[in-house]
């Protein structure tokens, strides 16, 4: 009944038609065992009421499904892209991963939460 993430500081749009993304991982990340055989996976675009979350993710990996953290990842995302691992390359020091967007939803409601310089911003 485990729910596993990582907060990630970026990921590319290869292509729009089809979707196509791209994003990698640290391969002395202490996820990377965790991510490294990844088939499906979800990306949320995290709104500024979810600071928390980013944060919990970016130093741990697992939390309890019905958690409040899990919940407000779900209510308050600004967009969910459900994607399948089509590539993984091994490049340097990371595993790079390229990614079908299977589906997506965007949450107009939301402001995105921005981090920048090792802060957290928002768009003025």
């Not at 907060?7 to 990340?29: E, R």
């Not at 958690?67 to 892209?81: D, G, I, R």
């Not at 790079?96 to 107009?108: E, G």
């Amino acid at each position: 009944n485990l729910v596993t993430g990582i907060t990630v500081n970026s990921f590319v749009s290869i292509s729009l038609k089809p979707a196509y993304i791209s994003w990698s991982l640290d391969k002395t990340a202490s996820s990377y065992k965790k991510f490294k055989n990844l088939k499906f996976f979800n990306i949320y675009i995290l709104s500024t009421k979810q600071i928390e979350v980013s944060n919990y993710f970016s130093s741990k990996n697992e939390v309890l499904k019905n958690s409040p953290k899990v919940k407000n990842l779900l209510k308050y995302n600004l967009a969910e892209l459900n994607c399948k691992t089509i590539k993984k390359i091994n490049i340097g020091d990371h595993l790079f991963f390229v990614a079908k967007v299977l589906k997506f939803k965007l949450k107009k409601e939301e402001k995105p939460l921005i981090y920048f310089a090792s802060k957290y911003k928002k768009l003025s």
